[in-house]
Nanobody, 131 residues
């Protein structure tokens, strides 16, 4: 099991930036990749970005591509999400997630957006973007 703790959320004006951090502990070496999801009120949880542990491949949703950057520091077991040019539609609770050990990593490149691919989740951090 992997324990995940997010930080860095807050209130920002449209066009501003925030950096989210996810600190992982536990069996982090068994997690093929880590990602960020977000959930706005009344909406389903949606994929934002992810990064593989071994080779640093990154994946982004179309809605954030070019504005958000995901990175990781394996030595510190930390994953960062740098968010720029934030817009009101980015308002949501942002969750960090780790790929479940039972996931077939050979299929990750086509399943990375599915919540079911991830087995451990953080508690979330609120991001609010005002217009």
């Amino acid at each position: 099991q992997v324990q995940l703790v997010e930080s860095g959320g807050g209130l920002v004006q449209a066009g501003g930036s925030l950096r989210l951090s996810c600190a992982a502990s536990g069996r982090t070496s068994s997690s093929y990749a880590m990602g960020w999801f977000r959930q706005a009120p009344g909406q389903e949880r949606e994929f934002v970005a992810s990064i593989t542990r071994s080779d640093g491949r990154t994946f982004y949703s179309n809605s954030v591509k070019g504005r958000f950057t995901i990175s990781r520091d394996n030595a510190k077991n930390t994953v960062l999400l740098q968010m720029s040019d934030l817009q009101p539609e980015d308002t949501a609770v942002y969750y960090c997630a780790a790929v479940a050990p039972w996931s077939d990593t050979r299929l990750y490149s086509v399943r990375y957006m599915r919540t079911g691919t991830y087995g451990d989740w953080g508690q979330g951090t609120q991001v609010t973007v005002s217009s």
